[in-house]
């Protein structure tokens, strides 16, 4: 099992990123997913999640700014960052869980400059 994240960069405040997390070796379409970010000195938080049946959740600081869906063709899913602010600047995970197992991607760099 294998997660790729990829998509991140620089932008200016008000911008906008998508991040994709693809995923080889299991049917992301069956299982929650998050997206979790790690700013320096800071803990790792969930940003956004979506379950199997496409039940999502937002941490309150990206609400209506964040959305998470899927894309079942390319097995992935993918987090749309509108609006962004300079503490949006994270490296930015993705994460799933098969069984007691988590399993994370590689980390892809947000910045945020004002």
């Known amino acids: 099992v294998q997660l790729q994240a990829s998509g991140g960069g620089l932008v200016q405040t008000g911008g906008s990123l998508r991040l994709s997390c693809a995923a080889s070796g299991i049917i992301f379409r069956l299982l929650t997913v998050g997206w979790y970010r790690q700013a320096p000195g800071k803990q790792r938080e969930l940003v956004a999640s979506?379950?199997?049946?496409?039940?999502?959740f937002y941490a309150d600081s990206v609400k209506g700014r964040f959305t998470v869906s899927r894309d079942n063709a390319e097995n992935s899913v993918l987090l749309q960052m509108n609006s962004l602010k300079p503490e949006d600047t994270s490296v930015y995970f993705c994460?799933?869980?098969?069984?007691?197992?988590?399993?994370w991607g590689q980390g892809t760099q947000v910045t945020v400059s004002s």
């Open positions: 994460n799933t869980k098969i069984g007691p197992r988590d399993f």
């Open positions: 979506i379950t199997g049946r496409g039940t999502t």
